[in-house]
């Protein structure tokens, strides 16, 4: 079963959490299966977004807010925290490469989600796209995507998952 980290960038800072009904949704008919999750909201106004952890929608084997924590940091706290964590972002990132979320993926959510956007953060399997890409088509939604490999993922579980 190989999961999809997927993230869905909406031109306004309701959007992400307006579109967790169709996700919803969509999960109820059997077309998604959501890991985990996390909403981004970034009002025009502040410096940095909200970010909130999806655990209404996840069941047992999330990877915890540890995994959250850290990506969305480097996403969008780094660049604010200049030069002074460069060694420990480097090992950081190192983790996220090893689970097959690059630079390239990093900076190209950095670039898209900014003040006044929102993003849905996603560890999902068993979608059916054809399905799926549609239901999202009314809010604007563009999807940012990375596939994880099963050792990508099985990694990513055993590095992040939270003890219970």
Do not use: C, Y
């Amino acid at each position: 079963m190989m999961a999809s980290l997927t993230v869905w960038r909406f031109p306004t800072p309701e959007g992400a959490q307006d579109a967790l009904e169709v996700l919803k949704d969509l999960q109820h008919q059997g077309l998604i299966v959501v890991q985990d999750g996390a909403v981004v909201s970034w009002p025009e106004d502040k410096k940095k977004p909200k970010t909130k952890q999806l655990s209404n929608l996840t069941g047992l084997g999330a990877i915890g807010g540890t995994f959250w924590g850290l990506l969305l940091g480097m996403i969008f706290f780094v660049p604010l925290l200049g030069m002074a964590v460069g060694a420990a972002t480097g090992a950081v990132s190192g983790h996220f490469t090893h689970v097959g979320i690059d630079d390239e993926f990093i900076q190209e959510v950095r670039d898209k989600v900014t003040p006044g956007t929102s993003a849905l953060f996603l560890l999902t399997s068993h979608a059916v796209l054809d399905k799926v890409a549609p239901a999202f088509q009314g809010q604007h939604a563009e999807l940012i995507q990375t596939n994880l490999s099963d050792e990508q993922e099985k990694v990513l579980r055993e590095t992040f998952a939270e003890d219970e």
